[in-house]
């Protein structure tokens, strides 16, 4: 079974699909960056808070190579989240100032190796990613790169899923 989670920020997402691993041996991928607690103190108690949830019989990959992780996968994975592998690998190939069709391929590259690994993978995966479209047009260039990609990379990955659940207030759609 393969279920992308999608929704707003704070809506329950993450929680949500980790009920849908439930506490069974499983792997959390967390795509983002260690948090730097003296830095970003909010970002670390949100990275804390998503530990302190995890069962035990959980591990955790810390990586942006989505591609490699489910290719390898051995036990049910949590994928969380899209939006931050996003960020990471646009990040990774310093592409926030390039041309939009050079960052735009680059995405577009990646995210195919993603949904043929993930279209492979014999283990269940649920994967979280967010839904940044429905509000006002960003205001800076990269704001509205982030929106256009990220709305790219979860239709790729959505046609790759068996079920597609959107969050919205904890309550769950099943689209």
């Not at 993603?114 to 704001?143: F, I, K, Y």
């Not at 790729?156 to 309550?171: F, I, K, M, N, P």
């Amino acid at each position: 079974m393969r279920i992308l989670v999608t929704g707003g920020v704070r809506s329950g997402k993450s929680t949500h699909a980790e009920e849908l691993i439930g506490g069974a041996p499983a792997t959390y991928v967390a795509t983002g960056s260690p948090p730097d607690r003296e830095q970003d103190p909010d970002w670390t108690a949100r990275i804390d808070a998503h530990r302190a949830r995890r069962p035990d019989a959980w591990g955790t990959v810390e990586t942006q190579d989505l591609a490699g992780v489910l290719a390898g996968a051995r036990d049910p994975l949590l994928v969380d989240c899209l939006g931050t592998w996003l960020t990471a690998v646009i990040d990774a190939a310093d592409a926030w100032d390039r041309d939009s069709d050079e960052v735009h391929d680059l995405v577009l590259t990646r995210t195919d190796e993603v949904v043929e690994a993930l279209r492979r993978c014999e283990q269940d995966v649920v994967l979280v990613t967010n839904e940044v479209g429905l509000g006002v047009v960003p205001e800076h260039r990269s704001g509205r790169l982030f929106r256009d990609l990220l709305g790219v990379v979860n239709q790729r990955v959505a046609a790759a899923c068996d079920e597609v659940h959107l969050v919205v207030a904890g309550r769950v759609l099943r689209l």
